[in-house]
């Protein structure tokens, strides 16, 4: 592959050992628009695991509704009554609270100030601007001091119609998107290399076959396989994974096939036979190492469509299902906003989507051009 490596051939005759190293990193290194991809996708695979170690909101699915604030702007504050739940939530480990987030101990009641008597504290509980309703608590019923039963939280991209808050929302929402993009390019990338593999290298009846099949699939439009595959299988999170990665393959098979027919027409592929290798050795363990670069670029490429079309799903009510959130949900759930009061409800999910799409698109041009595929 034309500036990619230094090819080598040792007497067994194996397959051109290509070295990715100071030229490649050189070439990636000068654009600088792969470098701030590559930033934004190592931000975001950092942030999807700790989701709920940073998020304001650490409830399952950043789902702690306040209906009192819903709909507020961003930058907006309130102070909270924190008073214990009747029912203590069980207690969650590091590892169960990095995963899933662990249940609120406490119930947020909205106040705008609050004053203590003997036995009482009078708290002027909000319901809406300009709306309040005086409303006596039991001391007994609250920890001491007194004051560490108030808190202020800050909802700095402001809060959705349910009162939830959109930046936490938002963080765990990061998952889905990068969880449905490595799902998909694992699911097509081990069907479109096997098929497009076999494909390429046998030809024939088995080329025939293979193409046949990635013809109709590709005859589909896109969203409406997903959509056939989705309703098979059912709504849901790991589903839409799953149905996304089927709609994939094609566009790998193709491009592997191409590959292959080239590289199997060159002398050390032809040795290689000649020396009795097996067909599995020879395409698996020299052929397929030696076409990868086009395959990278790929796939960033369909990692970007992955999200979209994840985003997509979700919006439309046939993807990841309410409470969990998915930046496609966010949109559907604000939407209405923009036209409205507070735009910033639906344009800050619709923005986290337009900026991984296309962190994955600029890494996609750069690794082209470090190395110099040409498809």
């Not at 070295?19 to 930033?39: E, Q, Y």
């Not at 590709?218 to 149905?243: D, E, R, Y």
Request: include cysteine; hydrophobic fraction near 50%.
């Amino acid at each position: 592959m034309p500036g990619l490596c230094t090819c080598k051939q040792d007497p067994f005759v194996k397959a051109p050992v290509q070295s990715i190293s100071s030229p490649f990193w050189r070439k990636l290194k000068k654009n600088r628009g792969a470098l701030f991809g590559m930033t934004v996708i190592a931000c975001a695979f950092l942030l999807a695991p700790l989701a709920y170690l940073v998020a304001p909101d650490h409830t399952p699915y950043a789902n702690r509704m306040i209906v009192e604030i819903e709909g507020r702007r961003p930058g907006y504050a309130q102070l909270f009554l924190k008073k214990k739940k009747e029912t203590a939530p069980p207690v969650a480990s590091f590892f169960q609270f990095l995963v899933n987030g662990k249940e609120d101990a406490y119930t947020y009641i909205p106040v705008t100030g609050y004053q203590a008597a003997n036995r009482t504290v009078a708290i002027s509980r909000y319901i809406d601007k300009g709306v309040t309703d005086t409303v006596l608590v039991p001391v007994s019923s609250l920890a001491s001091p007194l004051s560490s039963n108030f808190v202020r939280l800050h909802y700095w991209l402001g809060t959705d119609k349910y009162g939830r808050d959109i930046l936490s929302r938002l963080i765990v929402g990061t998952r889905v998107s990068l969880g449905v993009g490595l799902i998909a390019i694992v699911i097509s990338l081990t069907i479109g290399i096997v098929l497009g593999g076999l494909a390429g290298y046998y030809g024939g009846r088995v080329d025939s076959a293979v193409m046949w099949l990635v013809n109709v699939v590709w005859s589909i439009p896109t969203l409406l396989l997903v959509f056939a595959i989705t309703l098979l299988l059912g709504k849901g999170f790991w589903q839409v994974f799953v149905a996304v990665g089927l709609t994939m393959w094609v566009s790998v098979a193709r491009l592997v096939r191409g590959q292959v027919l080239v590289a199997r027409q060159l002398e050390w592929a032809e040795v290689a036979r000649a020396l009795g290798y097996t067909d599995a050795r020879i395409l698996f363990r020299h052929i397929l190492p030696n076409i990868l670069g086009p395959v990278f670029v790929l796939s960033a490429s369909n990692f970007a469509s992955a999200i979209i079309i994840e985003a997509g799903l979700s919006f439309l009510g046939v993807g990841v299902q309410p409470p969990q959130p998915s930046w496609g949900l966010m949109i559907k759930e604000n939407y209405n906003f923009i036209i409205t009061h507070n735009p910033v409800l639906a344009l800050a999910p619709g923005f986290a989507v337009m900026l991984l799409v296309l962190a994955f698109n600029l890494l996609g041009n750069g690794l082209r051009d470090a190395l110099d595929v040409r498809e």
